[in-house]
């Protein structure tokens, strides 16, 4: 616990250092021009994904070539909801209580009691808008548009979570085609309202970008600056590239999904330095976890994260999304500020816990001091050096324990879980480890060979994850409801099967489907 009191103490000097740094950063630039702020995420894009120079992300590179790449960057979870959860709050899903993903008949969403990013720049002056997917909770109070968000369009939760009638749609898992009664259509909201259901999926990128573009627009016409959160579908399955992706990458169908979801990020990039705004817009891309590896060829690569103890010695499995490997929470992470941050790589440890509290000295926030939150100010911000991370806790999905930390360049597994993978396998599941295993994710990415560690290590570690867990049960907590009922599943028209309601955007080789 000493330790742990320790630790809190250094960081809060990092903190008070960091924002006093920050805060001398942005004098230079008038008050009144504080950025505007892209926050672009991809939706299942693994950490080998994103390559240099690769034909098929030119827009990416394009990003990075103005930016900073983050190469030890990490999702606040494995998993969709938790994640973005974390990314928006600030704080551990054992804060939050958001500790898995909500379904199209969950009652509740992340709490009323936590407060969102979307929240924070409302109040910073910004207008805010959410064009993507939200999976924090879909029934009117737990809406963007009442969390925080002045417009939404796009999906209440993953495009996997009912049928459509896009074709083609590549996945490996599950038929998602919309052919029985009692199926329920993907739903497509604008603010409160479902605009599409079933959603067709391979214009879905397309309306994203005007959608966005749009809101931007109408934004600076105001005069009014603009947070952007951009949580795109891509690449998360079922693949349904538009016309012009398709068969356009020469790698398959996932390098399609990927090239189209490359145009996107293009699309923002075009707009803003058409409009003039290029060097006072923050933009950042990256993803909400790595990649599902049980859809195969149709699912990305964590690269040299590759979970390999768990492939051996954890007799197969999955070691990337819904896990606490590497492969599952490092992912790809660029940020590009001209001016502002420096072109290259960053290699401290960086997490998604950190936007909020570096948005709230960017934007002008501030937050509330009833709660604990588990971010630090971006290191490479200004002139501050050797200020990242230390120690970052590793949710895992359904994790009320947590049972993996990176402390330094070490990860210490207290138990390991795996999923199914591409073959079918799930290995031995679920396995408690004493004493914890530990590898050095800088000489050996991997977790292949597990470090034969001395006695005073471990109890460092214990010390501190005791302390943390302390912190926990002392801090406010907010309880989550994750109950079911058919009632509150988003439907357009009772009437219709798979609750059909079409739209002006829609297709029309859908009209039939209605008639």
């Known amino acids: 616990y000493n330790e742990y009191k320790s630790y809190l103490r250094k960081n809060m000097r990092i903190k008070y250092i960091s924002i006093i740094i920050v805060s001398c950063i942005l004098m230079h630039k008038s008050k009144a021009d504080k950025p505007n702020i892209i926050l672009m995420m991809a939706d ?13 992300t030119p827009n990416i590179q394009r990003l990075f070539d103005s930016g900073l790449a983050l190469t030890d960057y990490h999702s606040a979870a494995p998993v969709c909801t938790p994640s973005r959860a974390g990314l928006l709050t600030g704080r551990l899903a054992q804060r939050t209580g958001v500790i898995s993903n909500f379904s199209p008949r969950s009652v509740g969403g992340l709490p009323l009691t936590e407060r969102t990013l979307g929240d924070y720049m409302q109040s910073a002056g910004y207008t805010t808008g959410i064009i993507g997917k939200w999976h924090l909770g879909h029934t009117t109070k737990y809406n963007p548009v009442s969390r925080g968000f002045d417009y939404w ?3 209440p939760y993953s495009n996997d979570m009912g049928c459509t009638f896009t074709d083609p749609a590549y996945l490996k898992v599950v038929n998602h085609t919309c052919s029985k009664p009692g199926e329920l259509g993907i739903p497509i909201f604008e603010n409160y309202d479902i605009k599409e259901q079933p959603a067709n999926l391979s214009t879905l990128s397309e309306r994203y970008e005007r959608k966005a573009t749009t809101f931007m627009s109408n934004a600076l016409e105001k005069k009014q600056k603009f947070f952007l ?11 349904t590239p538009a016309q012009q992706f398709r068969n356009s990458s020469g790698e398959g169908h996932f390098g399609d999904a990927l090239h189209e979801l490359d145009h996107t990020v293009g699309v923002m990039l075009d707009f803003i330095e058409s409009e003039g705004i290029r060097n006072n817009t923050l933009f950042i891309f ?13 699912a990305g690569t964590a690269g040299s994260y590759k979970g390999t103890w768990q492939r051996t010695y954890g007799e197969g499995g999955s070691a990337s999304k819904m896990t606490t490997w590497e492969g599952g929470h490092r992912v790809p992470f660029i940020i590009s500020w001209p001016g502002m941050i420096k072109h290259g790589s960053y290699h401290g440890i960086v997490s998604a816990f950190d936007v909020v509290p570096t948005f709230s000295k960017i934007a002008g926030f501030e937050l509330p001091n009833d709660r604990t939150f588990d971010g630090i100010i971006f290191p490479f911000l200004g002139t501050q050096r050797h200020t990242s991370h230390r120690v970052l806790f590793i949710p895992d999905e359904d994790d009320r324990e947590m049972r993996a930390l990176r402390w330094d360049q070490y990860k210490v597994f207290y138990g390991t879980n795996t999923v199914v993978d591409c073959a079918g ?15 050095d994710v800088e000489t050996d990415p991997a977790e292949s060979e597990p470090l034969t560690v001395n006695e005073q290590f471990y109890s460092a570690v214990e ?8 912190s926990i049960e002392k801090d406010f907590k907010s309880v989550v409801n994750y109950a079911e009922d058919e009632a509150v599943k988003p439907c357009c028209n009772e009437k219709h099967l798979y609750c059909s309601c079409n739209a002006i955007e829609q297709s029309r080789s859908f009209d039939f489907w209605f008639s």
């Open 286 to 298: 990256t993803s909400d976890n790595g990649p599902w590896e049980v859809e195969c060829e149709f």
């Open 44 to 56: 299942d894009l693994g950490y080998g994904d994103i390559v240099a120079n690769n034909p098929n």
């Open 153 to 155: 369009y796009g999906l």
């Open 229 to 239: 959160y951009f949580p795109m579908t891509l690449v998360h399955v079922p693949l």
């Open 425 to 439: 396998n799930t290995g031995t599941g679920f396995q408690y480890h004493n004493p914890a295993l530990v590898f």
């Open 463 to 470: 010390e501190f994850f005791t302390g943390v867990k302390h």
